[in-house]
C-alpha cells in the first residue's frame, strides 16, 4: 500500500497550509489543557493524522474538488457555484472532513465542530481567502480543521496514558 503522506503535505503547501499553521490549531485546541504546550509539540500529532491513509484521501479528494471549482472544470455549474461561494448550507466539506475525525473518537469530532465555529488560525485566513474572490477553500478548511482536531485529540489521548496501540 503505497504512502501519500508526502504528496499530500505537498498538496497542503500548494494550497499555502504548512504543517506548522495545522499544529498551531491543534496547539489552540488544547491550550486551555496544557498551558506551556508549544506548536511543535503537536507536530508529531499532525504527521501522524497524514500519514492515515483515511486523511490522506479526504486531502486529495478535497483540493482536487476545490482546484475543479476554481479552474471552471466542473461538469455541474450549479455545484461550482456553491462550491465557488462556500454556500452556507452545504455540509458536504464537512461530511468528508468527519471521515479523518471519526479515527481518533468523539474528542475529535467536538474539537472539530468548536474549530470549524471558531476560524482560528490557517483556517480563518483559509475561509475568509475563498469568499468571492476567484479562490475556492470550501473543502480545504474544513480538512485542516479536521486535522488539527484530530492531532489534538490524539495528544489529548497520548497525554492520558491512551495511546490507542499507535506507534
Not at 486531502?59 to 482546484?67: Q, S
Not at 466542473?74 to 455545484?79: A, F, I, S
Not at 462550491?83 to 472539530?112: K, P, Q, R, W
Request: proline share 0%; glycine share 6%.
Amino acid at each position: 500500500m503505497e504512502d501519500y503522506s508526502e504528496h499530500c503535505i505537498k498538496l497542503l503547501q500548494s494550497r499555502g497550509v504548512s504543517l506548522e499553521d495545522i499544529a498551531d490549531c491543534a496547539r489552540y485546541l488544547q491550550a486551555d489543557y496544557h498551558v506551556d504546550l508549544k506548536s511543535d509539540e503537536l507536530l508529531a500529532s499532525v504527521r501522524k493524522v497524514i500519514s492515515k491513509r483515511e486523511t490522506q484521501y479526504a486531502i486529495m479528494t478535497a483540493i482536487e474538488l476545490d482546484c475543479m471549482a476554481e479552474q471552471n472544470k466542473m461538469n455541474d455549474k450549479e455545484l461550482q457555484s456553491l462550491l465557488m461561494h462556500d454556500d452556507a448550507l452545504y455540509g458536504v466539506d464537512e461530511v468528508l472532513a468527519y471521515g479523518i475525525c471519526n479515527t481518533y473518537g468523539s474528542i475529535a469530532l467536538t474539537n472539530f465542530g468548536y474549530i470549524d465555529k471558531k476560524k482560528y488560525g490557517v483556517i480563518d485566513r483559509l475561509n475568509k481567502g475563498g469568499k468571492n474572490s476567484g479562490v475556492c477553500n470550501t473543502f480545504i478548511d474544513d480538512i485542516v480543521g479536521a486535522i488539527a482536531a484530530s492531532a489534538a485529540s490524539r495528544f489529548a489521548h497520548r497525554w492520558n496514558g491512551d495511546d490507542n496501540k499507535e506507534e
